[in-house]
């Protein structure tokens, strides 16, 4: 079993920065890949960002060039580093891994583990 446990949500104005955390606890950090997803009210869960074990990253459309995400294996932590933040970038973050060595995927149904959520709000 991996667990993993967000940080780092919260209320930032249009144009403003946040950087979410992950926790991971459980497994061998460096043997899986990460990802971050989000939904907001009443829409579908949406892939964000990923990054597998050697550090190779992907993005959503909305997203390239204003997020970055990181790892560090040594404190079994992946990072979601949000630049530029729009209103419709409101929603529940999620971070998730899929099994051990297994490619990260854009679907929800790629990811095995997940954590519980935390809230980015950014008002106009």
């Known amino acids: 079993q991996v667990q993993l446990v967000e940080s780092g949500g919260g209320l930032v104005q249009a144009g403003g920065s946040l950087r979410l955390s992950c926790a991971a606890s459980?497994?061998?950090?460096?043997?899986?890949?990460m990802a971050w997803f989000r939904q907001a009210p009443g829409k579908e869960r949406e892939f964000v960002a990923a990054i597998n074990w050697t550090g190779n990253t992907n993005y959503a459309d909305s997203v390239k060039g204003r997020f970055t995400i990181s790892r560090d294996n040594a404190k079994s932590a992946a990072y979601l580093q949000m630049n530029s933040l729009k209103p419709e970038d409101t929603a529940v973050y999620y971070c998730?891994?899929?099994?051990?060595?297994?490619?990260?995927?854009?679907?929800?149904?790629?990811?095995?583990?997940w954590g519980q959520g935390t809230q980015v709000t950014v008002s106009s």
């Open positions: 459980g497994r061998t950090f460096s043997n899986y890949a």
């Open positions: 998730a891994a899929p099994q051990a060595f297994k490619r990260p995927g854009s679907f929800g149904s790629d990811y095995r583990y």
